[in-house]
């Protein structure tokens, strides 16, 4: 579609957007630069500088562009392709693991190497001999195989005893026979495996002389590692268009008694003794679960990150998008939406939330960090009592930190008007692909059935899991918020116990359990904000370190707000938030405090444009040009539709779309 | 891919979904037939039979699974190609509107055809002369020329009167002059406009002598009724890929001086004198807002309908997938994961509010009918009067009904696992095309400044918004129930009153505003389904219509609970229900009685299989074998990979995928 001049005219157009956020930036007193240090540090901001500055040369901008009118037939061969740019961009400029995954996190969908670069490797890394690292790890480090984890079943996914695929052991070879009973047997949902992995870990139960001997994790070959078919009994292929995440190729697997050898078995912590068939134990596996907790602190800092970046576009599409004149000063013109209460509401609490769940990640990191200290140094009974902490915090932030985050994408998303539905926002691919995440890993209604329980049981013990819990006293400064929702935490655990003593069914008490891992998982996050804050005051400069304190209590008032109810059955409500009124105008007092900093603060997390690909978030706030950019050079342009319904033709081709 | 024999047999499989949906079914005494009736009479019935039976015939429903895979360029190809295909069937068949409408409905996503036949043909019926009629409606209705509706600009969206396209009358020749000043003024948004339409309804600020008059509706070419290309003076595309909506060619149009024939004004209210240039009006538009009203409606009863099929698909699908054993009967095996009380408090409350939004539109409809009657009459003053209440409930239904519906879709979706993100779930998409709700025809949050506007305004006027305000008593009635609503939006009118006399500003006074838009919008709801309820109890077999009134208790139980501290504040919380345990246990008790009518429930909204296009709600429940099939033959799997990063090869491509 070519451009008339009359239109080329208008651009540059004169708009405001640049001058808008210029305004915004020097009207603050946050400092983003040093806010980008602390949250990533030096090193890594340099590290990304320089690897996007080599995908940038490489285009992959254009790339990500492309792909949101592509089909899932184009997505997969485009996926394919960047994944292998990818990995010759890491053998050219000699990538260190950090400088990988830094690109593959700017180069936009997951391509379909993800889950053999992750899952595959760090599995085969953790659970396998020698003598099978040799076998198994080194080729698939040096790409030789490409495999996949494959775990979940058509009719089973977070019931892992309940898993339907055997490997049975055959007593006159040693070899194991991996079969699928059923059809609800087949492995489904298994990234990396549809079209791309030639090798599956696959977890079934192990038979041993007819005996059940629970899950366990074999590797199997899928498909030729000449043709790339599929091995004789297997059948294998891509489960189809997803929500979002259409890069990956997610796949099943159905097995026809496959045979294979003995030392296919993952066998550093248990295996089946080849002469006797006898099963046997050694070393201890807690350092995986401790991997799961890892996991799960993993993907709740990741939702810290993908909120921020959310609230990136919206905070700085909000500060140059106009509408309506503000009702108390009619002469003024049109202001930008981020001046209106109802938007601030919205936007500025997430700024904060996200933050608040970056921070209680970061606490959560270091506990871990502690854990495998005392591990490394042998220290195992005082490394498992961390490990029940590290369990009971990671499976609650993990559980609460994604449900806030994909809701809080949504309401960035809404809060951008019309626009925030075009693909070209950068948040609709950002809500779709982070959706997963309230159900992978343990979904997360089903973990605050474990948070409830691990709280009850060290309510048992006499664990001290909220030490703030006392009084609220009538002021209410950070510390007695903190107390606030600790006394909250520890009225649910009380009346847990005694509803468990009135008879109510271990069904019943699902929702109540529920309630309590919420409550538990928000206390977690305010305390280790409120915890944070003294150490920020030392680190930053003294308005940074203000804004990060004005953003502690909006998340705390916020948050208290949305369950008063329970703070006051609790008797934890300060005198001072005790009504709804009180609560909206302490609210609005901290939403003031935190307006004039909004976009520094989303500045603070230093996404770069590759990284947002958003016309609404640009840093330059080059919005509406970009935007008209994007839709003018979309491959729909190409079409001429003839609409006359009697005819037969339905489009001619044009050549090419316009190019601006 | 073809399918080895050994695969081929474990097909059938011996699942158990169709006699755990029996089950359900004959465990229940609801009559989802009564039901059906009741929801969309019985002609409405027989006509959608009629319909799908022929849109099977033609071949719909593999037209249907196949949208998902494809690529945008793809989509606006088969829309195209599905909107003659549907007009064909129409002329066939002889369609009345209804059947054409309910085709449209169940042929899937909105083909590009849809703008044209509800938008461009509505606005000219309502805003033209006679003499306009003959010109535009005809052939609009003839489809000789296919046109589109123009408001929303690139950066004015809910504000109207910020619109910046001119037309400028020519005082020498009559005619108008229609303008783009700048970039943002570009048309945005336009449903069929991107390639489809000759034709627009361009909204334009009309300029007579210089002066500006305000926006009005224009006629404007846009495209050669016979090659389809852009007229002179015209730029117009499609604006590109979207969060769903993909088969729509939202549009753009940016105009340089385009001149039209003075007729092209859309004249029935108001014209531009010929020869004098003086602006005059005739007759009453009172009837176009209270067109805008019942649009309103129209979109808060989608709302309901479409919850309901996310509903029948999550319920069916928890009716027959197992998931752990009951703790409480560990020797009974696997249990359905609706026998959970965690899935039971997310899904049940959803049917309820279905229904609950479905009366509530139901008697906003015929106070609609009254409405038109009195205009009909010529009783304009008793019909305004009218107006004004329409005007109120219909923007609280839309704002909070679509709210509530989109955030109920997702939660359905949330609880079907892992398989409800997969496009087989058919919940994804609906709830991607169902969001722009929240935002166009009024944006959610904007609507609520005028709902609360209007209820001050009521109030200070002394009429009786709702009736039931008292003290609720002891007892929990339903009538209490309904009075507890209405105590709370009395409570926050007064509240909002006083907060005005404080000095709060008009922009500060919005967020209490859009709580007290809310909770107006709740109680109009809860307020229509009781009074909905003894009529039902004459219509309907006893333990339907008391499954009903399960419904009711349920949904006012839940929507109370979820803002408890605001009854608290109001003094309307029934003391029955003053903690938060007293409300969750008066919540367990209302789940279980309508656990058992779930399915018949659901059934009773009588969506088609062809409709519903759900694996996993499948009428049937043969849910894994469906998922198996679409999965195997998705076209991903004619891919094959050559996975060795460093082989130049990407894919090859195999002869179609497999066939089931």
Tied chains: 1, 2.
């Excluded at 946050?30 to 990304?48: C, F, I, M, T, Y």
């Excluded at 002389?209 to 899928?222: D, I, Q, S």
Aim: aromatic letters at 8%; proline letters at 4%.
């Amino acid at each position: 579609m070519s451009i008339p001049d009359w239109v080329t005219a208008l651009l540059p157009a004169k708009l405001e957007g640049p001058s808008l956020l210029s305004a915004e930036r020097s009207n603050s007193s946050v400092d983003p630069a040093a806010l980008a240090k602390l949250l990533h540090g030096e090193d890594q901001l340099a590290l990304r500088a320089r690897v996007e500055a080599i995908l940038r040369q490489e285009g992959f901008d254009a790339q990500l562009a492309a792909l949101p009118s592509q089909s899932r037939v184009e997505k997969m061969e485009s996926s394919l392709r960047r994944g292998k740019h990818l990995k010759a961009l890491r053998k050219q400029h000699n990538w260190d693991d950090a400088s990988y995954t830094a690109a593959i996190g700017a180069s936009g969908e997951m391509n379909v190497y993800g889950l053999h670069d992750k899952a595959f490797i760090k599995c085969l890394t953790d659970q396998t001999t020698d003598e099978q690292k040799k076998l198994f790890l080194e080729p698939a480090k040096a790409d030789k195989i490409i495999g996949c984890y494959a775990q979940t079943e058509l009719s089973h996914g977070s019931n892992v005893r309940g898993l339907e695929t055997t490997a049975t052991w055959d007593e006159k070879t040693g070899d194991f026979i991996i079969h699928s009973p059923q059809l609800t047997s087949a492995k489904w949902w298994i990234g990396t495996l549809g079209r791309t992995a030639n090798y599956a870990l696959v977890m079934a139960q192990l038979i041993v002389k007819g005996k059940n001997l629970g899950p366990h994790t074999f590797v199997v070959p899928v498909r030729s590692l000449e043709t790339h078919e599929p091995l004789e009994g297997v059948y294998v292929g891509d489960i189809g268009p997803k929500f979002g995440y259409n890069s990956m190729d997610n796949g099943f697997v159905l097995f026809n008694h496959v045979r294979i050898p003995y030392v296919n078995m993952l066998a550093r912590f248990q295996y089946v003794d080849p002469k006797t068939g006898e099963y046997k134990r050694r070393g201890s596996p807690a350092f995986v679960y401790g991997g799961m907790t890892y996991l799960r602190v993993g993907i709740a800092a990741d939702a810290a990150t993908t909120l921020a970046r959310a609230c990136a576009i919206a905070i700085r599409y909000a500060a140059i998008r106009k509408q309506f004149a503000d009702e108390d000063k009619p002469k003024d013109g049109e202001t930008a939406v981020l001046n209106y209460s109802l938007v601030q509401q919205r936007l500025l609490p997430l700024i904060a939330t996200s933050y608040a769940l970056y921070f209680a990640c970061q606490e959560l990191k270091d506990l871990y960090a502690n854990y495998d200290k005392l591990l490394s140094a042998g220290k195992t009974q005082q490394a498992e009592a961390l490990l029940a902490e590290l369990h009971v915090q990671s499976c609650a932030l993990k559980s609460h930190g994604t449900t806030i985050s994909v809701e809080g994408i949504e309401t960035c998303r809404r809060a951008c008007g019309g626009h925030g539905y075009a693909q070209y926002s950068g948040i609709g691919h950002l809500y779709a692909d982070m959706l997963p995440s309230v159900t992978y890993e343990g979904d997360n209604y089903m973990l605050t059935k474990q948070v409830s329980r691990s709280i009850l049981k060290a309510a048992k013990l006499g664990v001290p899991l909220f030490q703030e819990a006392k009084n609220a006293k009538g002021g209410i400064s950070n510390d007695d918020l903190v107390a606030a929702f600790a006394r909250r935490v520890a009225f649910l655990t009380t009346q847990q116990q005694q509803l468990a003593k009135d008879g109510w069914s271990k069904n019943a008490l699902l929702v109540p359990g529920w309630r309590l891992s919420t409550a538990y998982a928000q206390y977690v996050i305010v305390s280790a904000f409120a915890r944070a804050l003294p150490k920020l005051a030392a680190q930053l400069p003294a308005p940074t370190a203000q804004a990060l304190g004005d953003l502690f209590r909006l998340h705390a008032l916020v948050t208290l707000d949305g369950s008063a109810s329970e703070f006051a059955d609790a008797g934890a409500l300060p005198a001072q938030l005790g009504s709804g009124i009180q609560r909206q105008k302490a609210i609005a007092d901290a939403l003031a405090r935190v307006r004039p900093n909004a976009v520094n603060l989303v500045d603070g997390w230093a996404f770069s444009d590759l990284v947002l690909n958003s016309s609404l978030g640009r840093e330059d706030g080059r919005v509406y040009e970009d935007i008209f950019r994007r839709a003018a050079t979309n491959p729909v342009n190409e079409l001429v539709f003839d609409p006359r319904p009697e005819s037969k033709v339905i489009v001619k081709r044009r050549e090419g779309a316009a190019k601006l």
